[in-house]
């Protein structure tokens, strides 16, 4: 089955960087791509951009330009974000979220990363 | 962008009966780039319908979405217990295209 797990919880402070990772199984890695949505405390969801497993490629929201980077690593089925420049306002739950190509829908989504920035 | 605006806010219902959830967009969104997720508190969402009205892998035929441009629905006929939770639609469109999703509908509990 398929399943997205994500690494832990994560305290940082302002100014620094944090890097999420999310190990996919059960299916076949590259033929999907990755997203990243965050989601604050009470708040609704916020995309932030999307990684192609197969070649590579990113695309970013704006609002994340410049302070996102997504990779992945197809010999371990892991895919990272790392957000730089934390500000206290980047206090959330991230999650990865698989679609298939073309599709413009999540159907699988990770478990969430509570990334808490305080100083 | 799109903005996408949901409504009711919150929905106070009681078992058995129907929901519908409402969901608007500020411009034109093609209907293969419109879902709905279901969201449990602590829990990631879950996605309910995709392109309008197609229902996902293991989705009781109970959930149904209609809907073109503008204005798009959730039907949720004879509601249970696990139905009660908080819902959100999502597009994908504008220029630069991203995918945006409403603000939610809390569906609980009358």
């Known amino acids: 089955q398929v399943q997205l797990v994500q690494s832990g919880a994560e305290v940082k402070k302002p100014g620094a960087s944090v890097k999420v990772s999310c190990k996919a199984s059960?299916?076949?890695?590259?033929?999907?791509?990755m997203h990243w949505l965050r989601q604050a405390p009470g708040q609704g969801l916020e995309w932030m951009g999307i990684?192609?497993?197969?070649?590579?490629?990113?695309r970013y929201a704006q609002e994340f330009q410049g302070t996102v980077t997504m990779t992945r690593d197809t010999s371990t089925s892991i895919v990272y974000m790392e957000l730089s420049s934390l500000r206290s306002e980047d206090t959330a739950v991230y999650y990865c979220?698989?679609?298939?190509?073309?599709?413009?829908?999540?159907?699988?989504w990770g478990q969430g990363t509570l990334v808490t920035v305080s100083s | 962008e799109i903005v996408v605006t949901q409504s009711p806010d919150t929905l106070s219902l009681s078992p058995g009966e129907r929901a519908t959830l409402s969901c608007r967009a500020s411009q034109s969104v093609t209907s293969t780039y419109l879902a709905w997720y279901q969201q449990k508190p602590g829990q990631a969402p879950r996605l309910l319908i995709y392109g309008a009205s197609s229902r996902a892998t293991g989705i009781p035929d109970r959930f149904s979405g209609s809907g073109s441009g503008t204005d798009f629905t959730l039907t949720i006929n004879r509601l249970e217990s696990e139905d009660f939770a908080m819902y959100y639609c999502?597009?994908?469109?504008?220029?630069?295209?991203?995918?945006?999703f409403g603000q939610g509908t809390k569906l609980e509990i009358k």
């Open positions: 979220a698989r679609e298939c190509l073309k599709c413009y829908y999540f159907d699988y």
């Open positions: 059960g299916y076949t890695f590259s033929n999907y791509n």
């Open positions: 990684i192609n497993l197969g070649g590579g490629d990113t």
């Open positions: 999502q597009q994908y469109g504008g220029s630069p295209p991203k995918y945006t």
